[in-house]
């Protein structure tokens, strides 16, 4: 089981049942502000919805998969984060992150980040880690640019998001880069 103090008031916990209606009423509070850039919000009901997705993500970690994480703070949850899905022939993985309305603009994801990629790199021996984000996502994309991820590219229409496509802006980060700018 995956635990990670970041600091005095924050730590990554990897999600299991018990978390199942703080995670469903942060996601559920959050719903506005979550809404623009993630398209799962408008499924996600009740807390039914919530267990199932945690289910999921407890299959990901037996299926040495990857796994998700809760970000808390001060006893809170305040956002998720975790690998999509881990290509062990490639050592490569991807990212992805949200935090409920409230918690933004705190640190709280640059540090969260922070954490994943050592862990990535450090104690599952991975060679690149990927980020992407909607073109027009700011805030997402501030994350990579905050710790020295390489601009790798553009995906066109990459992502159906309510209503319209939105193209991603690709981040890379590879182990001797990471390892470079982080000793």
Not at 43 to 51: L, M, W, Y
Not at 90 to 115: C, D, F
Request: hydrophobic share 35%; aromatic share 12%.
């Amino acid at each position: 089981m995956f635990t990670y103090k970041i600091d005095e008031k924050t730590k990554l916990k990897m999600l299991n049942l018990n978390d199942t209606e703080p995670l469903f009423m942060l996601t559920n509070q959050s719903k506005d502000s979550l809404r623009e850039w993630l398209p799962f919000i408008d499924s996600t009901k009740s807390s039914a919805d919530t267990e199932a997705f945690i289910r999921g993500t407890m299959k990901q970690f037996s299926d040495n998969n990857g796994f998700q994480a809760g970000i808390w703070f001060e006893e809170q949850i305040a956002g998720v984060i975790g690998f999509h899905k881990i290509d062990w022939n490639n050592k490569s993985t991807s990212l992805g992150y949200w935090l409920g309305k409230g918690y933004e603009g705190s640190g709280l994801m640059t540090k969260s980040v922070r954490a994943f990629v050592n862990h990535a790199i450090g104690e599952l021996g991975l060679n690149r880690v990927e980020i992407r984000a909607a073109e027009e996502n700011t805030k997402s994309r501030a994350i990579p640019e905050r710790l020295n991820f390489t601009e790798e590219g553009r995906v066109r229409e990459a992502e159906w998001l309510c209503d319209h496509y939105v193209d991603h802006i690709v981040y890379g980060m590879l182990a001797k880069d990471w390892n470079k700018s982080n000793k």
